[in-house]
């Protein structure tokens, strides 16, 4: 018999908590959409207790060139649960290239010689040791996997299947609540090659369209599927190829990099609490910098410090920069760096603080849900669940 009540459902529909991972995701990475989306998805499913039984909650591969935010992601997920990027167990696979190795991993079986001293990395405590009341998820991170060894493929191919792992002393390790990430930048020579004829981290905003970026997509799956088996690739539940960035990308990594030092000079323990501005010559310069074809965004930080952070801290402890401070950065007709206290009292006038990269952050996310409304969801490169 049919019921008088018919109601349409939205599956669309993301719960807040969902949301706001995606949301927090989204102010600390940038222009890697997949990425964030692959990794939202796979949290909404793990809330809604629907993730495969005996398995990780996810098992996700990263590819793509170096510094375009393969490990910021995983750090971004686990600022975004725990409040600490650092919360997250990561295992170097370049450490493990000999077999023997793998002990440091799991611990010696009985009678081994250093059966006693060896305290392997991935014990149960080890995962669980950030958990809290309502968050019961742990972040496992096999950073350039490409680089192991074969028996720390054993071990990975056992983990990806079956969620468990026994250690040297039999104990056994339940990794069901797992998010379980790999990365690899293999094929990344390859996908340089095909932007600015072998300029592989664009500057030039115009020279990548989307046809490059499906080429690079698929250039680095098929060295994946060369260089790895198919019963690995079999586990891997999502894998995304990250993009090469845009200058575009690169100007807002440079602004939540300078928002982070603001946030550093708010919280100092100098308490001396003021607000710096760049200007958009001394942007420029920072990126020019900190990014370049072969390392992408990574020495981005590292010219923040050298170029603005240092210079700012002898402001500070000379007592040039005082509470409420605004204080301008700026280059002179010389081309000489300047800082100029444009105002006093300054405070709130608070240019990177994560507020407005939140209000962004929720716009941004908001168009995208409504995007994919009515469009259906589109099928992820080796997406084996969707
Ligand atoms: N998409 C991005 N969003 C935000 N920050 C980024 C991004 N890409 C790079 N960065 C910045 O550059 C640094 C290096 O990036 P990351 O370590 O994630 O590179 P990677 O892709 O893992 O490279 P590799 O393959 O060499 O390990 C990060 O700590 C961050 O400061
Ligand atoms: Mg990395």
């Known amino acids: 018999m049919k019921s008088g009540l018919c109601l349409a459902l939205d599956p669309t529909l993301r719960s807040n908590d969902a949301e706001q991972f995606e949301q927090s995701l989204r102010r600390q990475v940038a222009g890697q959409d997949e990425a964030i989306e692959k990794v939202a998805e796979i949290y909404q499913m793990f809330l809604a207790g629907l993730n495969p039984v005996g398995r990780p909650v996810g098992n996700l591969l990263f590819l793509g060139p170096t510094g375009s935010g393969k490990t910021r992601v995983v750090e971004a997920v686990a600022e975004a649960l725990f409040g600490d990027s650092h919360a997250c167990v990561k295992i170097d696979c370049a450490e493990f290239q000999h077999s023997h190795e793998i002990a440091k991993l799991i611990g010696s079986p009985p009678g081994y010689l250093g059966h006693r001293e060896t305290h392997p990395l991935l014990t149960q405590e080890a995962l669980n040791q950030w ?90 799956m098929e060295a994946a599927r060369r260089k790895f088996s198919p019963e690995f690739m079999n586990r891997i539940d999502k894998i995304v190829v990250f993009r090469s960035l845009r200058h575009e990308h690169l100007e807002k990594i440079l602004d939540m990099e300078l928002g982070q030092v603001q ?86 006038v608070t240019p990177y603080l994560p507020e407005k990269a939140s209000e962004a952050a929720m716009a941004q996310s908001a168009a995208m849900r409504s995007a994919r409304v009515g469009t259906g969801r589109v099928p992820a490169t080796g997406d084996r669940r969707s």
């Open 263 to 348: 946030q550093r000079i708010l919280k100092s323990a100098a308490g001396v609490p003021f607000v710096f501005q760049c200007s958009q010559r001394i942007k420029e310069h920072l990126l020019a910098e900190g990014t370049d074809a072969k390392y992408g965004a990574r020495h981005l930080k590292r010219a923040i410090e050298r170029n603005l952070v240092f210079p700012l801290a002898n402001l500070v402890a000379t007592g040039q920069a005082r509470p409420g401070d605004l204080i301008k950065v700026d280059f002179d007709d010389a081309g000489k760096m300047t800082f100029v206290r444009e105002a006093e009292n300054a405070l709130p």
């Open 131 to 220: 958990h809290t009341e309502t968050c019961k998820v742990s972040i496992l991170l096999f950073d350039e996997i490409e680089k192991a060894s074969d028996s720390l493929w054993q071990l990975l191919l056992g983990i990806l299947d079956k969620g468990t792992l026994t250690l040297g002393d039999n104990r056994r390790v339940d990794l069901s609540q797992c998010l379980i990430f790999m990365t690899s930048n293999l094929g990344a020579n390859e996908m340089n090659g095909l932007v600015d004829g072998g300029m592989g981290f664009n500057r030039k905003v115009a020279t990548i369209d989307t046809r490059v970026d499906e080429k690079m997509g698929h250039t680095a």
